[in-house]
């Protein structure tokens, strides 16, 4: 796992480079892809072609193994990358050739093909900009689709006039691409074998696609005569036809390209002639046309991910990079910190976990906050963090941890082995709130002391410069417990879920929900309900996730049988409702409470279009605001309804278009992670202190944003709803 150590390092020299370009990415993607108004069909289209290939993928290998031979080509089934190096090395020294020229593959990297021909003597040359310039470099890639990413133009140009000492120094990006074509090129026409990947393969007509910016792939192919094209197995789909979503998706997702500059597709072996590049006389009609192609389709461990439920949905990945382009903590770290042996980005916890195992995994898996941004963002609908909570879940049971005497009482989670004692306390804060709670203010003081935060950043690893949460002394439910209902005749009858923060540490937003909802007509209960199960699930505590989410819906659902709707104002808790718990429930369970659940404003603003008097609520007299959504909130496209009431209530709203404000539950309290979490944070500041937005009032929806924002500026944050309470 990296530490703060080496996470402010690699914020220090690679951050900028990363952050600029991804989120780059990221902003074209949304750009491309509202340009598609059949975006979320395509989507589906794909998504249902992978779930196909990989359910008949046993049978799509037998048809694609049949038509590679009868259109000349061989296939190699190999079992690991040993198996693959094995078979490409003797394809290279049955060749007799000295030099491989390879484009970009995230495969040939997994299996590390190059090490083993350099090993044979054989020159390898990587014809992708970005691979070459890390190969000079001798640097890892840290992205899967621009695997340079971390670098700036200033370091290319400093390394390649140190490397090639350039007659004049190189500085432009034009300089520097030109250079670097003309060396690629002279290395490309005097190899013999070319080695690329396939982005996709058909089984149909043994048709590769490759997709590609710099059009590299296609004259590694047409320059040699000797073509091997490396793959995992999860790349074959059924015909040509089946294409057409991926080409429309996988450029717009990741990189915001409406179409990636070059889009090969090759019948291998090809039947364009094999010229010699030093015979100007011969018309191109009259040379060979003979080549070898070899397909190698690698199973390393994807065979045995086709027959684990959970892991399963990581085949289905097209590569397209919107997952690490979309997530906060990539963005400021990239994938030398986000990231396995090969993979990098939300979904390589599921590759790397799949390929190399647990251990490699762990190393970066807790990196992955949960904030679901990358789901809406993945072009086959692949749930993302889920993954990313079952692979915790099994590092947590893999782990030895001797020292639950510690926590003991603390830790009354479903948990058969033992997770780290960091994570065994916030995954089971309910128990530590309840405390708080009963011996506040006690426990705050106590909390407060140097002492305190001595022992707990020794014992617990949570960072002495972060604010705790200070408990209240009565909880929202005792308080709703002991008043009577303001509504006499209601248009509505609701419960008000009291999540874990509104119920022992910002009890007022409760209050107010309660206030405003009334107001509106609706009849309001708060019975004592479980916490949602959000804490432990983040831990990657997925059994004991499992008991909270039953005991909530065991409470909630005489209320919601009886006509009550359930108002949720906290949006974690809101996404684990509509989200999470189909994971976590039965089905009938789990949609009984899906569709009867809203978030607050979102009931506001229902309650509001369907006959709500608004002026029942206080005016905004236009007062100005800066409102910034919640990242799971935005994820179920609920963000909207917030500033809609705000408006019709009469206040100005400008609103935040950052998508994850750093904190996310219990990250930024970690001591490993608390200056990455105020580095996504720095965003957001940026955005509240910018010309014009400095002086509004600032709301915001999530527990953990209100957190983060009252760290990060010198105003008080509050939640919405407290203004329609005022
Ligand atoms: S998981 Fe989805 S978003 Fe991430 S790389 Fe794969 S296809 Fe793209």
């Not at 290998?61 to 080509?73: A, K, P, Q, R, S």
């Not at 990297?109 to 970005?130: F, Q």
């Not at 396939?198 to 590299?216: R, Y």
Request: negative net charge; charged residues 30%.
């Amino acid at each position: 796992m990296a530490t703060a150590d080496e996470l402010r390092e690699l914020m220090r020299t690679e951050g900028a480079a990363v952050a600029e370009n991804t989120q780059g990415f990221n902003e074209g993607r949304y750009r491309s892809v509202a340009e598609l108004s059949d975006y979320e069909e395509l989507k589906s289209e794909a998504r249902a072609i992978k779930e196909d290939a990989i359910e008949r993928l046993p049978e799509l290998l037998d048809e694609l193994t049949e038509t590679v031979e009868e259109n000349g080509g061989t296939v190699y089934l190999a079992d690991d990358a040993a198996d693959a190096n094995d078979y490409i090395r003797e394809v290279v020294a049955d060749r007799d050739a000295d030099r491989v020229v390879k484009s970009k593959s995230m495969t040939s990297e997994e299996i590390e093909v190059n090490d083993t021909l350099e090993a044979d003597g054989v020159d390898v040359v990587e014809t992708d900009l970005g691979e070459w310039v890390l190969q000079v470099a001798d640097e890892a890639p840290s992205h899967i689709v621009a695997p340079a990413i971390h670098k700036s133009r200033e370091s290319i140009a400093e390394l390649f006039n140190e490397v090639f000492d350039p007659d004049e120094p190189l500085e432009t990006a034009e300089e520097l691409t030109r250079f670097a074509r003309e060396k690629l090129g002279e290395k490309i026409v005097d190899a013999e074998v070319g080695l690329t990947g396939a982005n996709f393969v058909t089984a149909e007509s043994g048709t590769m696609a490759l997709v590609t910016s710099e059009g590299n792939a296609r004259k590694t192919v047409a320059a040699t005569d000797t073509h091997v094209a490396v793959a995992g197995v999860e790349k074959v789909i059924p015909t040509v036809g089946d294409l057409h979503p991926f080409v429309e998706l996988i450029g717009r997702s990741g990189t915001g390209q409406d179409i990636t500059s070059y889009v090969s597709l090759l019948t291998p072996p090809v039947e364009t002639p094999v010229v010699d590049f030093d015979d100007d006389e011969t018309p191109l009609s009259e040379f060979d046309t003979d080549r070898e192609f070899h397909l190698v389709l690698i199973d390393n461990g994807r065979m045995a991910m086709r027959e684990d439920d959970q892991l399963r949905e990581t085949l289905y990945c097209i590569r397209c990079s919107a997952c690490a382009n979309s997530c906060a903590n990539f963005q400021s770290v990239g994938g030398h910190a986000f990231g396995g042996e090969t993979y990098s980005g939300g979904i390589a916890t599921g590759w790397e976990a799949g390929i190399e195992g647990l251990d490699v995994a762990a190393e970066f898996n807790d990196l992955c906050t949960g904030c679901s941004r990358c789901v809406n963002a993945c072009p086959v609908e692949i749930d993302i963090p889920w993954i990313n909570t079952v692979v915790r879940d099994r590092i947590n049971r893999e782990g030895d941890e001797p020292a639950d005497w510690l926590v003991d009482g603390l830790t009354p989670d479903a948990e058969p082995d033992s997770p780290s004692l960091q994570k065994r306390f916030f995954g089971n804060f309910e128990t530590v709130a309840k405390l708080g709670t009963a011996t506040a203010p006690v426990s705050n003081w106590l909390a407060s002391t140097g002492l305190s935060r001595k022992a707990m950043a020794w014992a617990l690893d949570i960072d002495p410069r972060r604010e705790l949460p200070s408990f209240e002394r009565e909880t929202f439910v005792d308080w709703a417990r002991n008043r009577d209902s303001t509504v006499e005749d209601p248009q509505r009858r609701a419960v008000v879920y009291p999540d874990l923060y509104t119920n022992h540490v910002q009890v007022s937003r409760g209050k107010a929900a309660v206030k405003v909802l009334e107001a509106l007509g609706v009849d309001v209960v708060v019975p004592a309900v479980a916490s949602s199960g959000r804490a432990p699930l983040s831990q990657g505590m997925v059994a004991t996730a499992r008991t909270h989410a039953q005991r909530v819906t065991e409470t909630l659902a005489p209320h919601v049988d009886d006509g009550r709707d359930v108002i949720v104002i906290e949006p974690s808790d809101h996404a684990m409702f509509q989200r999470e718990y189909e994971k976590l429930l039965d089905e009938a369970t789990f949609t009984d409470l899906a569709e009867n659940s809203y978030e607050v404003f979102e009931y506001v603003y229902g309650l509001l279009e369907n006959g709500a008097a608004v002026g029942q609520l206080p005016s905004g007299d236009d007062e100005a605001l800066a409102y910034h959504s919640h990242c799971q909130q935005r994820t179920l496209g609920l963000e909207a309804h917030t500033v809609a009431v705000l408006e019709q209530c009469g206040y100005d709203v400008v609103t935040s278009d950052v998508e994850c404000c750093g904190m996310a539950g219990s990250f930024g309290y970690k001591s490993d992670y608390y200056e990455l979490s105020m580095d996504v944070g720095d965003r957001l500041r940026e955005q509240l202190e910018a010309n014009g937005v400095q002086d509004r009032r600032v709301v915001a929806s999530g527990t953990s944003c209100l957190e983060q924002i009252d760290a990060l500026l010198e105003r008080h944050p509050s939640h919405p709803i407290e203004l329609l309470a005022e």
